[in-house]
């Protein structure tokens, strides 16, 4: 099945330390990444995407992902994490049809003062 | 900046009754969807649209149902609401690649 995984439910860090959220794909053809931030009770933010050309990408708040095509893997990464930062993100992909978007199961970010 | 809106951010139905979800997008994109959101399930998809009056099932179509008569408006509707459909029900807009998200409707049937 063509999808997206989150291995971790929970990551915790320490304010001021870098932060690294997972994700890895399994779709046919290239894929269309994306990062998404929640909030309490907010919707859904976009936070970056990777569509084609460098493999690191930039995006909001100073977070950045890097798409590795050999171990079909697209982690979220920040140098030095906020208190903040702490929410739910989502790893996403769009299928080769580009109507479907997939989504993961979500990781809850705690940095801790 | 593109907004999507939901017509309710909480919402208390009893169970049988007929329930609407409204959501508004004002940036002339042709593709909307709905999602549930339940923990640890991540964000499933009901439905989503691609134009006017079309729509297509997504993953758990069941129980819901939707309506496109304008390109900004895209409806959720259930039925008759049974207790398992209690969750966040979110909106989204799609433009060239990303979706934009409507805040959420936490919907408690009881």
């Known amino acids: 099945a063509q999808s997206v995984a989150q291995p971790e439910d929970q990551v915790n860090v320490a304010e001021g330390n870098p932060l690294t959220v997972k994700c890895t794909y399994s779709?046919?053809?290239?894929?269309?990444l994306f990062w998404y931030v929640q909030y309490p009770n907010r919707g859904l933010q976009f936070l970056l995407k990777?569509?084609?050309?460098?493999?690191l990408v930039k995006g909001s708040y100073g977070f950045e992902a890097e798409f590795n095509k050999s171990q079909t893997s697209f982690h979220l990464k920040k140098p030095s994490a906020l208190v903040s930062d702490s929410a739910l993100y989502f790893c996403?992909?769009?299928?080769?049809?580009?109507?479907?978007?997939?989504f993961g199961a979500g990781t809850r970010l705690t940095v801790k003062p | 900046d593109v907004k999507v809106t939901q017509s309710s951010r909480y919402l208390v139905k009893r169970t049988g009754e007929k329930v609407f979800l409204e959501c508004v997008q004002d940036?002339?994109?042709?593709?909307m969807f709905w999602y549930r959101q339940d923990p640890g399930l991540g964000l499933r998809l009901i439905y989503f649209?691609?134009?006017?009056?079309?729509?297509e099932k997504g993953d758990i179509p069941e129980g819901y149902s939707v309506s496109r008569e304008k390109k900004e408006r895209f409806s959720l509707i259930l039925e008759s609401a049974s207790t398992n459909q209690t969750s966040m029900y979110l909106c989204?807009?799609?433009?060239?690649?990303?979706?934009?998200f409507g805040p959420g409707t936490r919907l408690t049937v009881t």
């Open positions: 996403a992909v769009i299928l080769y049809n580009n109507n479907d978007m997939r």
């Open positions: 990777y569509i084609t050309g460098d493999n």
């Open positions: 989204a807009s799609r433009g060239i690649y990303e979706q934009y």
């Open positions: 649209s691609y134009d006017v009056k079309m729509k």
């Open positions: 779709v046919s053809g290239n894929p269309y």
């Open positions: 940036m002339d994109h042709e593709n």
